[in-house]
């Protein structure tokens, strides 16, 4: 498949996305050690690079970092780290002098976030072709540069949907309602006997596009830099949610106890899964059993939730800190760029670049051709979860643990009613920045 230029263009034409840190942030960060293995100055001939994903979405890491020692005589140690707690770990190695040289963060973070190189010459560089818009810069330092840009989205069971004869809109601009969705769900799983219509991430982003979708605007920061209680359709879409999850339409057991959604969708017992474009390398190679496919998200609202992938940074950690930056501006040469997009299946943060991603199956194909289309159609409100990070991060404060999954679960489990709910969640984000 190849990405057209005009499509790649639109998509880095979103004003919207939050783009540029100017203000000065309050820091506190400890300072990190060197760790250096050789005797000083650009002599290091190993780095550290953390990331955490997929097999699947670390093997273009993987092969880069064996080019690149091959040309530069630097290995690159890779380290994949689970994502739950995946924050913390970079704050107590933040705190222990022990960072490591390079990484693909979720967020920046304000304990270590003056331990960050500049980036400047590789994001600003003419041949890369970053666009400007995506980046996080301070006072002129870029403090990091998106790996990718990320949705969240529907996958279905298409050998379901075919047994029950049950139709997938093909075109996201005249998608299915939640409510259609899940009537069409229902009748694919009663006509084939799945085990479930839907299982979900347990993910607070995730959730996030289920309350936009169905035209409520989130848990969003005031003007003081608070969190305000959400609107009323907000709140029924968070109880229509919970009220899914009853052992036939949902399973319980994903976000009332943490199971893996994952795994259930590829047993083939389940009709759709809704997660997000990390998943397609992973389906691409994984799943055997049964054909799927990618869906246009339900509505009514055109929304997901839109966000930079990784944040790749680079920390100045002694000797260690010039061949750091150099496996970053490595990275993102377009020549190396364009494999590590293609093999971790990135929608890409360059322009100008012909993506042949290599899978074997037209589902995967498909899905990213379908993911473009669902991006330039998403209302604004997709991307105001980055947003409201941003706004953290100008402000000096970061959200460690977002308490939505927890509270979620409780409401789900019948511990506590939806206005415990709402406000335990409110009370719980505000706590955390002060």
């Not at 997929?54 to 690149?68: I, N, R, T, V």
């Not at 990784?310 to 002694?318: I, L, M, R, S, T």
Request: hydrophobic share 40%.
């Amino acid at each position: 498949m190849t990405t057209s230029a005009t499509a790649r263009r639109r998509l880095m034409r979103w004003r919207w996305l939050p783009v540029t840190v100017a203000a000065a942030i309050a820091l506190t960060a400890c300072g990190s050690s060197s760790g250096g293995d050789s005797g000083g100055g650009s002599g290091a001939k190993s780095i550290t690079f953390w990331l955490s994903a997929s097999a699947a979405q670390a093997q273009g890491y993987h092969d880069l970092a064996k080019e690149f020692e091959a040309k530069e005589g630097v290995k690159v140690e890779i380290v994949n780290v689970p994502y739950d707690g995946y924050q913390d770990k970079l704050r107590q190695a933040a705190q222990a002098n022990s960072l490591p040289d390079a990484a693909s963060v979720p967020s920046l973070d304000p304990i270590w976030i003056n331990q960050l190189q500049d980036l400047a010459a590789t994001a600003n560089a003419p041949a890369n072709k970053i666009n400007k818009d995506l980046l996080t810069v301070q006072d002129g330092k870029v403090l990091c540069i998106p790996s990718d840009l990320t949705a969240a989205g529907l996958f279905v069971n298409k050998t379901l949907f075919e047994k029950a004869k049950v139709k997938i809109p093909a075109d996201p601009s005249q998608t299915w309602t939640w409510d259609e969705f899940l009537a069409a769900a229902k009748k694919v799983r009663t006509a084939t006997g799945a085990k479930y219509d839907l299982v979900y991430d347990q993910s607070p982003a995730r959730i996030r596009a289920f309350i936009y979708g169905h035209g409520g605007k989130g848990f969003q920061l005031g003007a003081d830099n608070k969190y305000a209680t959400p609107d009323d359709a907000t709140v029924q879409a968070l109880s229509k949610f919970a009220s899914l999850n009853d052992d036939k339409v949902m399973p319980k057991s994903v976000w009332g106890a943490g199971a893996d959604p994952n795994a259930l969708f590829k047993s083939g017992q389940v009709v759709a899964y809704f997660s997000g474009v990390w998943q397609v390398a992973d389906f691409a190679e994984s799943i055997t059993s049964f054909d799927w496919a990618s869906a246009p998200t339900p509505g009514p609202v055109h929304a997901t939730d839109i966000n930079l992938g990784g944040k790749v940074v680079a920390f100045n950690n002694g000797d260690k800190a010039e061949p750091a930056k150099k496996w970053v501006d490595y990275v993102f040469q377009p020549a190396n760029y364009t494999k590590l997009a293609q093999i971790n299946g990135y929608l890409p943060v360059e322009s100008g670049l012909t993506l042949n991603y290599p899978f074997k199956n037209q589902a995967a194909l498909d899905a990213f051709q379908l993911y473009l289309k669902e991006l330039e159609l998403a209302d604004p409100i997709s991307s105001s979860g980055h947003q409201n990070g941003t706004k953290l991060l100008l402000a000096g404060k970061a959200l460690q643990d977002d308490p939505t999954k927890d509270e979620m679960a409780k409401l789900i489990n019948g511990q506590q009613d939806i206005k415990q709910t709402v406000d335990n969640i409110v009370s719980g984000l505000n706590q955390q920045i002060g």
